[in-house]
Protein backbone atom coordinates (compact mmCIF):
# COMPACT_ATOMS: atom_id res chain seq x y z
CA UNK A 1 0.00 0.00 0.00
CA UNK A 2 1.21 3.52 -0.84
CA UNK A 3 1.30 6.33 1.78
CA UNK A 4 -0.02 8.53 -0.67
CA UNK A 5 -2.19 8.51 -3.64
CA UNK A 6 -0.81 10.29 -7.09
CA UNK A 7 -2.87 12.55 -9.38
CA UNK A 8 -0.03 12.54 -11.75
CA UNK A 9 2.16 9.25 -12.98
CA UNK A 10 4.99 8.60 -10.63
CA UNK A 11 6.45 5.99 -9.51
CA UNK A 12 6.94 5.95 -5.49
CA UNK A 13 9.92 4.27 -4.43
CA UNK A 14 10.12 2.27 -0.53
CA UNK A 15 8.34 -0.27 1.19
CA UNK A 16 5.13 -1.46 0.95
CA UNK A 17 4.19 -1.51 4.74
CA UNK A 18 0.84 -4.01 4.63
CA UNK A 19 2.88 -6.88 4.04
CA UNK A 20 5.16 -7.19 7.07
CA UNK A 21 5.32 -10.31 8.90
CA UNK A 22 5.49 -9.36 12.56
CA UNK A 23 4.95 -13.27 14.00
CA UNK A 24 7.62 -16.00 13.58
CA UNK A 25 5.28 -17.91 15.85
CA UNK A 26 1.56 -19.39 15.54
CA UNK A 27 -0.19 -15.70 15.49
CA UNK A 28 -3.43 -17.43 16.35
CA UNK A 29 -1.76 -18.85 19.93
CA UNK A 30 -0.88 -15.10 20.85
CA UNK A 31 -2.48 -13.04 23.41
CA UNK A 32 -4.51 -10.03 22.02
CA UNK A 33 -7.47 -7.76 22.72
CA UNK A 34 -9.43 -5.44 20.40
CA UNK A 35 -8.25 -1.57 21.70
CA UNK A 36 -9.23 1.81 20.22
CA UNK A 37 -6.00 4.48 19.44
CA UNK A 38 -6.38 8.13 19.96
CA UNK A 39 -7.01 10.16 17.43
CA UNK A 40 -4.31 12.52 15.62
CA UNK A 41 -1.63 10.14 15.05
CA UNK A 42 -2.27 9.62 11.34
CA UNK A 43 -1.50 5.80 9.38
CA UNK A 44 0.35 4.31 12.69
CA UNK A 45 1.83 1.29 11.42
CA UNK A 46 1.26 -2.69 12.18
CA UNK A 47 4.31 -3.28 14.60
CA UNK A 48 4.19 0.28 16.51
CA UNK A 49 4.39 -0.26 20.23
CA UNK A 50 1.87 1.31 22.20
CA UNK A 51 1.41 3.12 25.81
CA UNK A 52 -2.32 3.96 26.89
CA UNK A 53 -3.12 7.66 28.12
CA UNK A 54 -3.24 7.44 32.11
CA UNK A 55 -4.35 11.42 31.96
CA UNK A 56 -7.09 11.94 34.59
CA UNK A 57 -9.75 12.78 31.75
CA UNK A 58 -9.56 13.56 28.11
CA UNK A 59 -8.34 10.54 26.05
CA UNK A 60 -8.16 8.11 29.18
CA UNK A 61 -7.42 4.86 28.75
CA UNK A 62 -7.48 5.30 24.61
CA UNK A 63 -4.21 3.68 22.75
CA UNK A 64 -1.25 6.34 21.65
CA UNK A 65 2.57 5.82 20.30
CA UNK A 66 4.79 4.84 22.76
CA UNK A 67 7.46 7.65 23.19
CA UNK A 68 10.76 6.13 23.27
CA UNK A 69 13.06 7.64 25.66
CA UNK A 70 16.25 8.28 23.10
CA UNK A 71 16.84 11.16 21.22
CA UNK A 72 16.46 11.73 17.87
CA UNK A 73 13.75 8.86 17.32
CA UNK A 74 13.17 8.15 13.34
CA UNK A 75 9.39 7.50 13.83
CA UNK A 76 8.05 9.99 16.27
CA UNK A 77 4.40 10.28 15.57
CA UNK A 78 4.02 10.30 19.10
CA UNK A 79 5.59 13.60 19.74
CA UNK A 80 4.32 17.22 18.81
CA UNK A 81 7.12 19.20 18.31
CA UNK A 82 7.08 22.74 19.52
CA UNK A 83 7.46 25.66 16.76
CA UNK A 84 8.57 28.20 19.62
CA UNK A 85 10.72 27.95 22.65
CA UNK A 86 8.28 27.11 25.85
CA UNK A 87 10.04 29.87 27.38
CA UNK A 88 10.34 29.71 31.50
CA UNK A 89 7.29 29.35 33.85
CA UNK A 90 5.29 29.18 30.34
CA UNK A 91 1.31 27.68 30.24
CA UNK A 92 0.83 28.33 26.74
CA UNK A 93 3.06 26.10 23.88
CA UNK A 94 2.59 26.35 20.43
CA UNK A 95 2.16 23.33 18.22
CA UNK A 96 1.33 22.66 14.24
CA UNK A 97 -2.30 23.03 14.06
CA UNK A 98 -2.43 19.59 12.77
CA UNK A 99 -0.58 18.05 15.83
CA UNK A 100 -2.74 19.96 18.04
CA UNK A 101 -5.46 16.82 17.01
CA UNK A 102 -3.55 14.59 19.02
CA UNK A 103 -4.45 16.33 22.34
CA UNK A 104 -7.87 17.09 23.61
CA UNK A 105 -8.94 18.79 26.53
CA UNK A 106 -8.30 17.15 29.73
CA UNK A 107 -4.93 15.23 28.63
CA UNK A 108 -2.52 15.20 30.86
CA UNK A 109 0.62 16.95 29.20
CA UNK A 110 4.65 15.78 29.23
CA UNK A 111 7.28 18.35 27.76
CA UNK A 112 10.49 17.01 26.75
CA UNK A 113 13.86 17.56 25.26
CA UNK A 114 16.56 15.92 24.83
CA UNK A 115 18.86 17.76 27.68
CA UNK A 116 16.21 18.83 29.83
CA UNK A 117 14.39 16.23 32.36
CA UNK A 118 10.49 15.73 31.53
CA UNK A 119 8.00 17.26 33.29
CA UNK A 120 4.39 16.67 34.11
CA UNK A 121 2.35 20.08 33.07
CA UNK A 122 -0.97 18.45 34.42
CA UNK A 123 -4.11 18.64 32.02
CA UNK A 124 -4.79 20.77 28.65
CA UNK A 125 -7.10 23.79 30.07
CA UNK A 126 -7.89 24.98 26.00
CA UNK A 127 -6.40 23.84 22.90
CA UNK A 128 -6.79 27.45 20.45
CA UNK A 129 -7.42 26.39 16.72
CA UNK A 130 -8.48 29.94 15.31
CA UNK A 131 -6.74 32.55 17.17
CA UNK A 132 -4.06 32.20 14.75
CA UNK A 133 -4.12 30.13 10.90
CA UNK A 134 -0.85 28.78 11.22
CA UNK A 135 -0.46 26.94 14.76
CA UNK A 136 -2.31 25.64 18.00
CA UNK A 137 -1.97 27.41 21.49
CA UNK A 138 -2.43 24.56 24.12
CA UNK A 139 -2.80 25.77 27.57
CA UNK A 140 -1.67 23.67 30.44
CA UNK A 141 -2.73 23.44 34.45
CA UNK A 142 1.46 23.55 35.49
CA UNK A 143 3.97 26.25 34.00
CA UNK A 144 7.11 24.83 32.77
CA UNK A 145 9.84 24.82 35.14
CA UNK A 146 12.43 27.81 35.10
CA UNK A 147 14.63 26.06 32.34
CA UNK A 148 12.97 26.70 29.01
CA UNK A 149 12.54 23.70 26.33
CA UNK A 150 13.80 24.64 23.04
CA UNK A 151 13.03 23.43 19.84
CA UNK A 152 16.73 23.50 19.05
CA UNK A 153 16.78 20.17 21.66
CA UNK A 154 13.71 19.03 19.81
CA UNK A 155 11.70 20.26 22.35
CA UNK A 156 8.28 18.68 22.25
CA UNK A 157 4.68 17.17 24.09
CA UNK A 158 3.06 14.34 24.39
CA UNK A 159 0.24 12.63 26.50
CA UNK A 160 1.02 11.25 29.79
CA UNK A 161 1.05 7.41 29.48
CA UNK A 162 3.19 6.32 31.76
CA UNK A 163 4.79 7.07 34.89
CA UNK A 164 8.44 9.43 35.44
CA UNK A 165 11.46 7.07 35.30
CA UNK A 166 10.11 6.16 31.84
CA UNK A 167 9.78 10.08 30.62
CA UNK A 168 6.38 8.82 31.13
CA UNK A 169 5.37 6.87 28.57
CA UNK A 170 5.37 2.89 29.10
CA UNK A 171 4.53 0.46 26.39
CA UNK A 172 1.57 -1.74 27.47
CA UNK A 173 1.77 -3.66 23.52
CA UNK A 174 2.02 -4.15 19.99
CA UNK A 175 -0.39 -3.29 17.18
CA UNK A 176 -1.28 -6.42 15.30
CA UNK A 177 -2.72 -3.97 11.91
CA UNK A 178 -1.95 -1.12 10.13
CA UNK A 179 -5.02 1.83 11.04
CA UNK A 180 -5.44 5.18 10.38
CA UNK A 181 -6.11 7.48 13.21
CA UNK A 182 -6.88 10.69 10.82
CA UNK A 183 -5.16 13.93 11.13
CA UNK A 184 -6.26 16.89 11.73
CA UNK A 185 -9.76 18.65 12.31
CA UNK A 186 -11.34 15.23 10.98
CA UNK A 187 -9.22 12.92 12.43
CA UNK A 188 -11.69 10.19 14.69
CA UNK A 189 -9.48 7.65 16.43
CA UNK A 190 -9.15 4.12 15.13
CA UNK A 191 -10.30 0.46 16.51
CA UNK A 192 -7.55 -2.64 16.70
CA UNK A 193 -5.66 -5.21 18.15
CA UNK A 194 -3.16 -5.14 20.70
CA UNK A 195 -0.78 -7.91 21.06
CA UNK A 196 0.25 -9.12 24.61
CA UNK A 197 2.07 -11.77 24.67
CA UNK A 198 2.37 -15.47 24.48
CA UNK A 199 4.33 -15.39 21.10
CA UNK A 200 7.73 -14.92 18.79
CA UNK A 201 7.90 -11.88 17.25
CA UNK A 202 10.54 -10.38 14.39
CA UNK A 203 12.45 -7.76 15.88
CA UNK A 204 13.54 -5.53 13.06
CA UNK A 205 9.62 -5.05 12.11
CA UNK A 206 8.69 -3.88 15.65
CA UNK A 207 8.91 0.35 15.66
CA UNK A 208 10.01 2.10 18.43
CA UNK A 209 11.07 -0.76 20.52
CA UNK A 210 13.55 0.57 22.97
CA UNK A 211 15.23 -1.22 25.84
CA UNK A 212 12.52 0.36 28.34
CA UNK A 213 9.90 -1.08 26.26
CA UNK A 214 11.15 -4.60 26.35
CA UNK A 215 10.96 -4.38 30.43
CA UNK A 216 7.74 -3.09 30.24
CA UNK A 217 6.51 -5.74 27.67
CA UNK A 218 8.47 -8.33 30.21
CA UNK A 219 10.23 -9.58 26.70
CA UNK A 220 13.57 -10.85 25.98
CA UNK A 221 15.17 -10.70 22.88
CA UNK A 222 17.43 -13.56 20.94
CA UNK A 223 18.82 -12.35 17.88
CA UNK A 224 16.68 -10.70 15.07
CA UNK A 225 13.78 -12.15 17.69
CA UNK A 226 12.30 -11.26 20.42
CA UNK A 227 10.22 -13.38 22.85
CA UNK A 228 6.87 -11.86 24.59
CA UNK A 229 5.76 -13.97 27.29
Not at 18 to 39: F, G
Not at 112 to 120: L, P, R, Y
Not at 161 to 185: F, H, P
Not at 197 to 208: A, H, K, R, S
Amino acid sequence: MLDTPFDIPAVDYGNQWDYKKLYYSDHMAALRVPVTLQKGYDLVRAGTTLARNISAGGGLNLLVPYNPTIFPVSIDIGRAYLITDSGALATTLYVTLEDSYKFMVGDDIIINDNSTAAENLGAITAIDRTTDSFRAAITVTIAVGATSFTTARRAHISVEAGNSSNNYSDCVGILEKTVNTGTGEKSKGAVSTLILGNCVLYEGLLTNLDAAAIVDLGASTFGQYVYIR
